[in-house]
């Protein structure tokens, strides 16, 4: 089964040609560009982006697709996935996409349980796990080595300590 991995998003139109500005979410943003085939919202299901231009918040770039204005306008705020097949192999055990860490069981150095992982966010400052627990309000802790005590992808499970503050 397919799993799509959101790497960019498209944020603007560029010229009439059908250019369109995008963001990148890799590590070094342009790693976005050694990725072979893309999927663009729900319009495009594979395609290859071209890098035109650098941007001091990412790129101008091109695909075959997408060659007029009224195009490139229809994909605006899309975001740009990937197959997770694509995602090179980690091949040490203490790193990890983040993607994986979605649906993990969160639990405290108690070793209560405080919900599951939903979503990995960062608003400009730092990493932030979003924990869901049944019922109740969602909230977010800091993704740091005060707070992340230990993933453990093949129990499904992270451990968090110092996190009581962000309970409420």
């Known amino acids: 089964m397919s799993k799509f991995i959101a790497v960019g998003e498209v944020?603007?139109?560029h010229g009439l040609k059908g250019f369109f500005k995008i963001t990148s979410f890799t590590e070094n943003p342009d790693n976005i560009f050694k990725f072979k085939s893309f999927r663009i919202g729900n319009n495009y299901k594979s395609t290859n982006l071209n890098k035109i231009k650098e941007l001091p918040n990412g790129y101008i770039v091109s695909c075959k697709e997408v060659d007029s204005?009224?195009?490139?306008e229809l994909i605006v705020g899309s975001l740009i996935e990937i197959d997770s097949s694509e995602l090179p192999e980690i091949n040490n055990?203490?790193?990890?996409?983040?993607?994986?860490?979605i649906n993990l069981e969160v639990k405290d150095e108690n070793k209560?349980?405080?919900?599951?992982?939903c979503s990995v966010e960062n608003y400009g400052s730092a990493?932030?796990?979003e924990v869901r627990k049944k019922d109740q309000k969602d909230f977010f802790i800091p993704f740091s080595?005060?707070?992340i005590k230990k993933?453990?992808?093949?129990?499904?499970?992270?451990l968090v300590q110092n996190v009581s503050e962000y309970l409420n």
Do not use: C, M
């Open 69 to 72: 204005r009224e195009k490139s």
């Open 93 to 101: 055990q203490k790193k990890y996409y983040f993607h994986e860490l």
């Open 11 to 13: 944020r603007g139109v």
């Open 145 to 147: 080595k005060a707070t």
């Open 112 to 117: 209560k349980t405080l919900g599951k992982v």
């Open 151 to 158: 993933v453990d992808l093949e129990k499904k499970l992270l």
């Open 127 to 129: 990493d932030l796990i």
